[in-house]
Every structure is written in structure tokens, then in C-alpha cells.
Antibody
């Protein structure tokens, strides 16, 4: 059973960097799947941040591209997300996902982690 | 970016009845369309992909249809666990995008 678990600080100060990790269990991230991050501001809809392959190929949402860095650590079976220069609009639940092989839609989701940007 | 528009924003239906949710794309996405169900405090769950293929373990009460710019999710014989928010998502062109959601309420 594939399981994804996000972790990281729940509170980040404005202008700081948001850093999250996603531990994947029950499946090797080096297998043939992409891995993505999606976020959801409280009470609002879903927004793609980007997705990454274990080889390092990455797609970032152009709206966030200048501030986002995603990476994989195959030795830890883990993916990571960094978002720089955060503001209140970056307050959201951040989800780690596995992308289905046949297209760009997640078939497995982590439970999500709420990150609040506030001083 | 492709804009996905869902209607209605809120749909009130009684248990046992059928619900029909709509999703429109601002340009053709072929059949590269997925539907998700999200309960409060939970992550979304994949229901449909390829516009009409049910994901593993999804009840046959859920059916998807459509192609190009117009899509429909139909839920027959609504059960209590079906009352939640539903999102469509296009994965035809990056950045992929979600609709704003339809809340299905009793």
C-alpha cells in the first residue's frame, strides 16, 4: 500500500522559506512514477505547484516557478519542496502526491500539512 | 493556462437521488480530465480519469462522460458518504488546473 506523509514547520514567517518533505512508503520513488505537490488555501480550491521524476526532471507551475525548488532523495525514498519569500497568500494545506502512470493526475495523496505564513 | 469552470457551485440533492455535476474547460483538453471527491479535512480522492474511467475501488454509481470542453460526473443513488466537494482537473496542458469545486449537500 502506497503511503505518503508530509512533514515540516506549521508556521513560517513572511519572507522566509517554506520547506517540506514527503516520506513515501510502500513504493520506491525510483520506479516509473512522477511525484507532485499540490496546495489548497483554507476554504479554497486546489493549485498545482509542480511535479518531479526521480531522475530530476521537473515541471514547475509558471506562477510559482521563480520561488519553487523540488528535489528527490532516492536513498531516503523522499521528495522535498522549498518555497522562498513566502507571504500570507502561501498559507495552505500542502499535499504530496503520486502521479498516475497514464497521465498527470494523482492517484495517491498524503494527508496534507497546513503551513501558515504569519509573523 | 486552461481555466476549468464547475457548475453549480452548490448542489442540493436528497439521499437516493441522482446528482449531475458539470465541468467546462476554456479550451479542449481531449479526454484528459479527472474527477476527485474531497471530504472535510481529508485529501482529495481520485474517482475518474480519462473523463470516463473509474479509478480502482470506485463504485459503479460514479460515472463520467464528455470530451473536449464539456464534461459531466453523474452519481446515482446518493449515499451519505457522497456528500462532499467534487473537483475536476485537466491534465492535457501544463500547468494542470482544477475547477473551483462543486459542493454536494443534502
Amino acid at each position: 500500500q502506497v503511503q505518503l506523509q508530509e512533514s515540516g514547520p506549521g508556521l513560517v514567517k513572511p519572507s522566509d522559506t517554506l520547506s517540506l518533505t514527503c516520506d513515501v512508503s510502500g513504493y520506491s520513488i525510483s520506479s516509473s512514477h512522477w511525484w507532485g505537490w499540490i496546495r489548497q488555501p483554507p476554504g479554497k480550491g486546489l493549485e498545482w505547484i509542480g511535479y518531479i521524476y526521480y531522475t530530476g526532471s521537473i515541471y514547475y507551475n509558471p506562477s510559482l516557478k521563480s520561488r519553487v525548488t523540488m528535489s528527490v532523495d532516492t536513498s531516503k525514498n523522499q521528495i522535498s519542496l522549498k518555497l522562498t519569500s513566502v507571504t500570507a497568500v502561501d498559507t495552505a494545506v500542502y499535499y504530496c502526491t503520486r502521479i498516475h502512470n497514464s497521465g498527470g493526475y494523482p492517484d495517491y495523496w498524503g494527508q496534507g500539512t497546513l503551513v501558515t505564513v504569519s509573523s | 493556462e486552461i481555466v476549468m469552470t464547475q457548475s453549480p457551485a452548490i448542489l442540493s440533492v436528497s439521499p437516493g437521488e441522482r446528482a449531475t455535476l458539470s465541468c467546462r474547460a476554456s479550451q479542449s483538453v481531449s479526454s484528459n480530465l479527472a474527477w476527485y471527491h474531497q471530504e472535510p479535512g481529508q485529501a482529495p480522492r481520485l474517482l475518474i480519469y480519462g473523463a470516463s474511467t473509474r479509478a480502482t475501488g470506485i463504485s459503479a454509481r460514479f460515472s463520467g462522460s464528455g470530451y473536449g470542453t464539456e464534461f459531466t460526473l453523474t452519481i446515482s443513488s446518493l449515499q451519505s458518504e457522497d456528500f462532499a466537494v467534487y473537483y475536476c482537473q485537466q491534465y492535457d496542458d501544463w500547468p494542470y488546473s482544477f475547477g473551483q469545486g462543486t459542493k454536494l449537500e443534502i
